[in-house]
């Protein structure tokens, strides 16, 4: 099992990206996924977690501003992230579940900053 995520770079304060976690060896598309993100020098924290049954919530931090969004023929989850600002900068991960275990992506590096 494999997660991959990408679509991480640099982007200007008030800009967006789209983050993609594309998963392989077997499928999500009805198990909970989440994105999170952990900046230099803190904890790992969760950003957006989408239940099996498609339920989907937001950190406080990043609500309004990002969406999560699951393409299940694709075997992909995404997050959009727009008005992004220099505090959104971090490492950010995908996380897939299935029964007692978690699969983590590799991460991809979110820098937001002028």
């Known amino acids: 099992v494999q997660l991959q995520a990408s679509g991480g770079g640099l982007v200007q304060p008030g800009g967006s990206l789209r983050l993609s976690c594309a998963a392989s060896g077997r499928r999500f598309s009805a198990n909970p996924m989440g994105w999170y993100r952990q900046a230099p020098g803190q904890q790992r924290e969760l950003v957006a977690f989408?239940?099996?049954?498609?339920?989907?919530t937001y950190s406080d931090a990043v609500k309004g501003r990002f969406s999560m969004s699951r393409a299940a023929a694709k075997n992909t989850v995404y997050l959009q992230m727009d008005s992004l600002k220099p505090e959104d900068t971090a490492v950010y991960y995908c996380?897939?579940?299935?029964?007692?275990?978690?699969?983590w992506g590799q991460g991809t590096l979110v820098t937001v900053s002028s």
């Open positions: 989408a239940t099996g049954g498609g339920l989907i």
């Open positions: 996380k897939g579940v299935k029964g007692s275990v978690e699969y």
